[in-house]
């Protein structure tokens, strides 16, 4: 049997971006010191989550800004977009910190195009970030993939059949991803609490010279209060 080629793949791009100690420690200590701000208020607290929503003009988080834009550069490049046509905008950057025993539900992260976490420190590694495949009925033997035939051995999960994938990040990781790509967080099983960056983004073209499905430039809109 030759190779599996994944057909139409979401991709999940996974980098570390190089934060100095210091500049990783600034953002955790952050985050601690207004752990009330940014503890969820339920199990899947993500929409309607009350934490401050605008991490992104903070100035302790200008050195992760400044390294994860040339990380979405490459990773754009990676989904075939030239990125010398298009700008990105961080919409919203909030921070989640999830304490013993706390689940993030599967969810999707609506009026954005990419997502973008970032682990500050090693408490990431208590917990995987699980990325769900959008439509995992969609098997060519209707069924076939359910647990009660993995339990008998009928259906065996490989590699190319893999409908979550459990990714385990590292301190400095940054993961970029597509927003309508549903994921959860595993429970965090340590009293110290897991922390982690969350992004939202928009795309628009540089320049918008006709009528094209993208975005125009937002220096090109007008906003009226209704
Ligand atoms: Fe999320």
Request: charged share 20%; glycine share 4%.
């Amino acid at each position: 049997m030759g190779e599996f080629i994944p057909l139409f793949p979401t991709i999940l791009a996974a980098t570390k971006l190089g934060l100095t100690t210091t500049e990783k420690r600034n953002i955790t200590k952050y985050i601690l010191q207004n752990q009330k701000q940014f503890k969820k208020k339920s199990r899947d607290g993500v929409i309607f989550e009350e934490s401050p929503f605008k991490l992104h003009q903070i100035p302790i988080m200008e050195p992760l800004i400044q390294k994860l834009i040339p990380a979405v550069r490459e990773a754009i490049k990676g989904y075939g977009v030239n990125p010398e046509y298009i700008k990105i905008h961080i919409t919203r950057s909030w921070a989640n910190l999830n304490v013993r025993s706390s689940i993030t539900s599967a969810h999707t992260h609506i009026n954005s195009h990419l997502s973008i976490v970032y682990y500050p420190d090693t408490s990431c590694n208590q917990a995987t970030i699980n990325f769900l495949e959008p439509n995992p009925t969609h098997n060519w033997i209707p069924g076939i993939m359910d647990a009660s035939y993995g339990k008998i051995g009928v259906f065996k999960q490989t590699k190319a059949s893999a409908t979550t994938l459990c990714y385990e990040p590292k301190e400095d990781t940054c993961l970029i991803f597509p927003s309508s790509l549903a994921h959860s967080v595993s429970e965090n099983p340590s009293e110290q609490p897991r922390l982690s960056i969350a992004m939202d983004t928009l795309f628009t073209l540089k320049q918008y010279q006709r009528d094209e499905p993208l975005l125009p430039p937002p220096s090109d809109w007008r906003e009226f209060a209704l």
